[in-house]
């Protein structure tokens, strides 16, 4: 059964979440205010228009009381060691693209690189150190990751959601998660659970600003380094299907990033990724129809392409970033990866060319079963996306 908006916002109430969220960390400070400005706009709007059931609004509960716990004493290690913010993130290697285009296939593979430094569900599920790890034991983030992240509990009991992507605690995963960190990322905010009052609120508001969410980000990757033992001549890699949308602030953040975008056609790629966030929402709302979430997944995805689009032109990007199209991925990486390497100027040992080879025999595509989709089957057709993405497609599918 779904609970009513009174029964949502007295769960998510703002207030009381912050209360929470101090008493689990023993601390008062999350951070740039502005963003908990944009946690009461996100609770707020989730009261008027989300679609849960009892699990569903505890999901969203936890979740936002993790988020704070983290952000709480990510604050507390900036003040205690200032030296964090030192750390060099400046020149990742950033894999853009459309989900579903190969990105995850290329990130997982080219993660094995231990030159590479990449971030794991344990670490996006809680980037901050909890206070009882022990130095030469097991992290035990990785345990909680286990306990609290829905996507994997959800991963492991529906085969459906395990034949899109996999969520494993120790699994590499896409970076697009800290985000979430925010509450105010167009893409992530707006999707656990989905609320298009809270798109329509990020989309109009000035702050805090698509560039604070990147340079707050950017702090987590200087962290998480930091947690590392620092650089040490490893370079980040990074996966962000969304921020394509988003050039300028990439640049502005990692101004030395090398770029490689992957294609795939929206006409599969659409129906593929309402499917699979169907099967990540169910544990929030099983009563949730594929058609309910199509609309908002179009937009969001169509605004992201719009806005690539025009800042690749205007920032004149066509010999900066590198363009792969997804069947090269599909059916023979390793040349694509040689060339990422020799234009991000960093090296691909042999060693690092195996294990990818490895990984790629040990994770052929359907290993977790077949992720089958359509377009007809969310109302959508050929049309409507040809006629949406028509300048993506014509200039990068059928060239």
Sequence with gaps: MLVDSKTIAAALDADQ????????SGLSDFGDPHSIEALRAMVKCYAQD???D?????NARKRTIRLLVNRAR?????ALHPEILDEDVSDPIIILGQPRS?????HRMMGVDPNLLKTYMWQLTNPAPFPDAEPGKPDPRIAAANLQEELIQASTTNEALRAGHLYASEEVQSDIILFTFTFNCSFMSTARPFSASYYEYIKSRTIPSNLDNYKYVKSLFQYLQWQQGGRRGRRWLM????SHGFLDEVLTVWPKATLMFLHRDPRVTIPSLIK????????????VTPAEMAP???RRQLGVMNDYLEARKRLGLDDRIYDVPYEQIRSNPMPVFREFYRRAGHTLTPQSEELMLQYERANEQGKHGAHSYSLEQFGLTEEMIRRDFGAYIDRFIEA
């Design 54 to 58: 009892a699990r569903g609004l505890n």
């Design 17 to 24: 979440l912050l209360k929470e969220a101090a008493e689990i």
């Design 74 to 78: 990510f604050a507390r290690d900036i």
């Design 276 to 287: 699979l966030w169907f099967e990540a929402y169910k544990s929030d709302n099983p009563n």
């Design 50 to 52: 989300i679609r849960v």
């Design 102 to 106: 190969g990105t995850t296939k290329t």
């Design 296 to 298: 908002l997944i179009v």
């Design 239 to 242: 996966k962000q299907e969304h």
